[in-house]
């Protein structure tokens, strides 16, 4: 079983940034990929961005691409996300969850545990 704890998340002005974290128990964190997910009121839970493994190869979702930026340190059990530029539309409960595999995807139906999620609210 696999906890992950998401932190970082609060209100922030339009062009502002946060840096969201998610910590990982136990040994395994480093053999697969992670991802972050975000779920606006009313709305789906959407991709936002992976890491594989080893931190070697990451993909974003056109809509945050060239803003945000995901991470990871091995040694520390963490993903993380910086956000930066934000905008109101990034408004959004924001989960990390671990992938089944090593690489990754923007399949959330491929991501076997979640976290509690933290909320970011972006005012205009």
């Known amino acids: 079983q696999v906890q992950l704890v998401e932190s970082g998340g609060g209100l922030v002005q339009a062009g502002g940034s946060l840096r969201l974290s998610c910590a990982a128990s136990g040994p395994t964190f480093s053999s697969y990929a992670m991802g972050w997910f975000r779920q606006a009121p009313g709305k789906e839970r959407e991709f936002v961005a992976y890491i594989s493994w080893s931190g070697g190869n990451t993909y974003y979702a056109d809509s945050v691409k060239d803003r945000f930026t995901i991470s990871r340190d091995n040694a520390k059990n963490t993903v993380y996300l910086q956000m930066n530029s934000l905008k109101p539309e990034d408004t959004a409960v924001y989960y990390c969850?671990?992938?089944?595999?090593?690489?990754?995807?923007?399949?959330?139906?491929?991501?076997?545990?979640w976290g509690q999620g933290t909320q970011v609210t972006v005012s205009s």
């Open positions: 969850a671990t992938h089944e595999g090593r690489w990754g995807s923007r399949w959330k139906n491929e991501y076997v545990y």
